[in-house]
Nanobody, 123 residues
Framework: QVQLIESGGGLVQAGGSLRLSCAAS????????MAWFRQAPGKEREFVSG????????YYTDSVKGRFTITRDNAENMVYLQMNSLKPEDTAVYYC????????????????WGQGTQVTVSS
């Protein structure tokens, strides 16, 4: 089973950018659809972006469309989330997750989770 480790979080001013990385171990990485979720204090974990196992299909929640871009490199077992024009409401712990090959926005379909990386956007 794949294991996931996120990195790249930090503190950034509003309007700035960050790139999150998710390193996956295991030979079966390429068969998984991958996603990023986030959880702000006192709120439920929510879907941010997903990508199919081929990388040809990508999905975004409305609030990040046009600002965030998800990509993957199956040769390197990596998934990335480029976040631009960050807003204070993007502040949360961001989690990488592995799930259905075609991709999904449904949290319950993701079976493997990383430990999360904190993103804080100051106003």
């Amino acid at each position: 089973q794949v294991q996931l480790i996120e990195s790249g979080g930090g503190l950034v001013q509003a309007g700035g950018s960050l790139r999150l990385s998710c390193a996956a171990s295991g030979r079966t990485f390429s068969i998984y659809g991958m996603a990023w979720f986030r959880q702000a204090p006192g709120k439920e974990r929510e879907f941010v972006s997903g990508i199919s196992w081929t990388g040809r299909s990508t999905y975004y929640t409305d609030s990040v469309k046009g600002r965030f871009t998800i990509t993957r490199d199956n040769a390197e077992n990596m998934v990335y989330l480029q976040m631009n024009s960050l807003k204070p409401e993007d502040t949360a712990v961001y989690y990488c997750a592995a799930g259905p090959a075609a991709g999904s926005s449904y949290r319950g379909e993701y079976t493997v989770w990383g430990q999360g990386t904190q993103v804080t956007v100051s106003s």
